[in-house]
Nanobody, 121 residues
Framework: QVHLVESGGGLVQTGGSLRLSCATS????????VGWFRQAPGREREFVAS????????YYGDSVLGRFTISRDNAKNTVNLQMDNQKAEEAAVYYC??????????????WGQGTQVTVSS
């Protein structure tokens, strides 16, 4: 199990950019496959992106492909989600997730508390 803490949420204009970070405490983040999910009011939780524990592969939801980039900073022990050209409908609570499974591509075992992203038009 891993304790995950998100940061970087806030207000962004439509078409703008925002960068989220996910940090762990007491564990090495490269031991985990780490992902991001989001949930807007009244909508189902949606997979956004993930990076596998080896760092060799990344996965993206169809709606963010080409606009969002997930990366890992081993020196800072964080996983980052760069969100560009944001759309109004992407306002949601964004959750960092993790899994120690070596085969998981959309990790759901551990969840952070979430960070709010608000997109203004």
């Amino acid at each position: 199990q891993v304790h995950l803490v998100e940061s970087g949420g806030g207000l962004v204009q439509t078409g703008g950019s925002l960068r989220l970070s996910c940090a762990t405490s007491g564990r090495t983040i490269s031991d985990f496959t780490v992902g991001w999910f989001r949930q807007a009011p009244g909508r189902e939780r949606e997979f956004v992106a993930s990076i596998v524990w080896s760092g060799y592969s990344t996965y993206y939801g169809d709606s963010v492909l080409g606009r969002f980039t997930i990366s890992r900073d081993n020196a800072k022990n964080t996983v980052n989600l760069q969100m560009d050209n944001q759309k109004a409908e992407e306002a949601a609570v964004y959750y960092c997730t993790g899994s120690e499974s070596r085969i998981a591509t959309k990790p759901r075992d551990d969840w952070g508390q979430g960070t709010q992203v608000t997109v203004s038009s």
